[in-house]
């Protein structure tokens, strides 16, 4: 099995920063890309940034968010700068993969609470 998980939420003032992170781990073969989703409440969880054999961006944090990857560690990062009040979320790291038992699979974690608010 191939486990995610995340860290760096937490509670941030308008304009701040907050940098996430999310490993990988387990019996993973070959990660094909990485990346960030968002669920605020009532609305439905939408594309942040992923990072693959392309970068992409949701036109609401192009230019404030940065993706990266540290393919040596598995682990994919984003770095949030000038934070608004509504990029609060719960955070869901997503990774595409092909297990060791060669099955390609989407994974999902747990999902961290990033609040942005004076």
């Known amino acids: 099995q191939v486990q995610l998980v995340e860290s760096g939420g937490g509670l941030v003032q308008p304009g701040g920063s907050l940098r996430l992170s999310c490993a990988a781990s387990?019996?993973?073969?070959?990660?094909?890309?990485m990346g960030w989703y968002r669920q605020a409440p009532g609305k439905q969880r939408e594309l942040v940034a992923v990072?693959?054999?392309?970068?992409t961006y949701a036109d609401s944090v192009k230019g404030r968010f940065t993706v990266s990857r540290d393919n040596a560690k598995n682990t994919v990062y984003l770095e949030m700068n000038s934070l608004k009040p509504e990029d609060t979320a719960v955070y869901y790291c997503?990774?595409?993969?092909?297990?060791?038992?060669?099955?390609?699979?989407?994974?999902w974690g747990q999902g961290t609470q990033v609040t942005v608010s004076s």
């Open positions: 997503n990774a595409d993969l092909r297990d060791t038992d060669y099955d390609h699979i989407q994974l």
């Open positions: 387990g019996s993973l073969f070959h990660m094909y890309a």
């Open positions: 990072s693959g054999r392309s970068t």
